[in-house]
């Protein structure tokens, strides 16, 4: 079945290592977000990229960046993780234009982020 | 700034009785919004939408209600079963952004 897939699914690092979070699809969809989810705050937006050649900064993208390595793949690196990036991280797919419903996200199961 | 905001954290109803969430906005840029249901330990699901020029748009016991001039939007469940308890976040898109904003969520417990 066509899924968003996240790895790992539970992280726990240490202040200053490097981290990286990985997302494949297999929905062929263009379009992949990466967003944290914090207690009291929702879902927000760190990056997003619209095919494998555009990456866009989302809302909260300092101290993260990424790597869209192929339409099925979306990594998310922390270079040097500090405690409060500890949060759940969750990767989105949706299709490009209008053909699939306007702006309908599939999201992957989450990886859970703790930095000692 | 929020520009969409859920301001009740959780809600608490009745088996079988109508739940009632309720999100703001503050972008008038924003011409759809959706629900997204999560369960935990799982990414969120879509549940349902609403374009800005409908006011209603209803998908079984689930009903999306539109109020632009007020720019509140609020979902109804009716009625509402256990495996509804779950974190509902609303989520807006709009100005031509293709992204979504959303709200901070808010947990529904159902009570048997």
């Known amino acids: 079945d066509a899924d968003v897939t996240q790895t790992p699914r539970n992280r726990i690092t240490k202040t200053g290592k490097r981290i990286m979070l990985e997302c494949s699809q297999t929905k062929g969809h263009d379009r992949m977000y990466w967003y944290r989810q914090d207690p009291g705050l929702g879902l927000r937006l760190i990056y997003y990229s619209f095919d494998v050649k555009d990456i866009n900064k989302g809302e909260i993208s300092d101290g993260y960046s990424v790597s869209r390595q192929a339409q099925a793949k979306f990594s998310l690196s922390l270079e040097s993780a500090i405690p409060n990036q500890t949060a759940l991280y969750f990767c989105?797919?949706?299709?490009?234009?209008?053909?699939?419903?306007?702006?309908?996200?599939?999201f992957g199961p989450g990886t859970r982020l703790t930095v000692l | 700034d929020q520009q969409v905001k859920q301001n009740s954290p959780s809600l608490s109803v009745q088996e079988g009785r109508i739940s009632i969430l309720n999100c703001d906005y503050t972008?008038?840029?924003?011409?759809?919004f959706l629900w997204y249901k999560k369960y935990p330990a799982e990414g969120p699901t879509f549940l349902i939408s609403?374009?800005?020029?409908?006011d209603k748009n209803e998908d079984g016991r689930f009903t999306v209600f539109l109020n632009k001039s007020a720019k509140h939007l609020s979902l109804h469940i009716v009625p509402s079963q256990p495996g509804d308890s779950a974190v509902y976040f609303c989520?807006?898109?709009?100005?031509?952004?293709?992204?979504?904003?959303f709200g901070q969520g808010t947990r529904l417990t159902i009570n048997p």
């Open positions: 972008n008038s840029m924003f011409d759809y």
């Open positions: 989520a807006a898109s709009g100005g031509g952004a293709q992204k979504l904003v």
């Open positions: 609403i374009s800005s020029i409908k």
């Open positions: 989105a797919t949706s299709r490009g234009g209008l053909a699939g419903g306007y702006n309908e996200q599939f």
